[in-house]
């Protein structure tokens, strides 16, 4: 036993006296405090998760339809939000907070909070950028304003307002403090954060992929990357592309049926327009 010791002991301080690899230190941004709350909101909730595709043959056909009646084309980012904000306004539950422990409040107009990539202190960050009444927005605007945050700028009107980036840089304790008191109060958080998130980093990969996030909202919808896969059309087989997405739910609030109906809402709404 004491030989083995021995050699432990020689072991550990070889690795402590090993030199460290070549390397750039470089401070911790404080801007990604905004991850971090975040993904710790995001833990406290039970979240439930439901993938399921959509056909993008369709979306691309809709889309096009839209792009002949107006010179500005809309992405596939801005489709799916504006549609996922009217399919939630008809099932508002689908948003519902809940206010002083006590109550659910369940908002009318649609805050869609979608992740728009930016780059902060020389390095790139998912921002949150609202879109307030999403659903009484047609999907021009929606998208005027999503390609608006994707280049406005910082700490102005835009993401990361001046407000932001200060709350970001104070003490972690601080900040959850503001974060407990705004959990409890679903106006404010609604005002902060929105009331639905959206979520397109999976539309950077290819093939089947699809993000599953770590969110504080009740409904959280991922878009993720198109596939192509054979399917019969009128008794042919025919190449068809699927666009993959994820919706994230509050188990608190949203059930398992209710979230399969709304999926299902979703995915009509999204391949008829």
């Not at 959509?54 to 691309?60: E, G, H, L, N, Y």
């Not at 908002?107 to 998912?126: G, K, Y």
């Not at 910082?154 to 990361?160: E, I």
């Not at 919808?221 to 087989?237: E, K």
Request: aromatic share 6%.
């Amino acid at each position: 036993m004491a030989h083995y010791l021995s050699i432990a002991f020689a072991q550990l301080r070889r690795l402590l006296r090993t030199p460290p690899a070549s390397n750039t230190l470089t401070p911790f941004p404080k801007t990604r405090n905004l991850v971090l709350d975040i993904l710790s909101e995001g833990r406290r909730k039970n979240t439930i998760q439901l993938l399921f595709e959509v056909d993008a043959t369709a979306i691309r056909a809709q889309i096009a339809k839209l792009a002949a009646s107006s010179e500005a084309p809309i992405s596939v980012t801005s489709y799916v939000a504006r549609t996922l904000a009217c399919t939630v306004a008809k099932e508002p539950r689908m948003q519902a907070y809940r206010h002083k422990g006590r109550e659910l409040i369940l908002f009318e107009d649609v805050d869609l909070s979608v992740m728009v990539e930016r780059e902060v202190d020389a390095s790139l960050l998912p921002l949150p950028f609202i879109v307030r009444a999403a659903n009484k927005k047609d999907f021009f605007e929606v998208d005027a304003e999503l390609k608006r945050a994707k280049s406005a700028a910082l700490y102005a009107d835009g993401p990361l307002s001046a407000l932001e980036a200060s709350f970001f840089s104070l003490p972690r304790i601080l900040r959850k403090m503001v974060w407990r008191f705004a959990r409890s109060d679903a106006h404010l958080f609604r005002e902060l954060a929105g009331t639905v998130g959206v979520t397109s980093m999976g539309m950077y990969a290819a093939g089947r992929a699809v993000v599953v996030p770590i969110t504080p909202m009740t409904l959280t919808l991922s878009i993720g990357a198109i596939c192509t896969q054979p399917a019969f059309a009128d008794g042919v087989l025919v190449e068809r592309e699927l666009l993959q997405l994820n919706l994230s739910a509050d188990h608190d609030i949203i059930d398992g049926a209710p979230l399969m109906r709304f999926a299902a809402a979703l995915k009509v709404n999204l391949e008829n327009g």
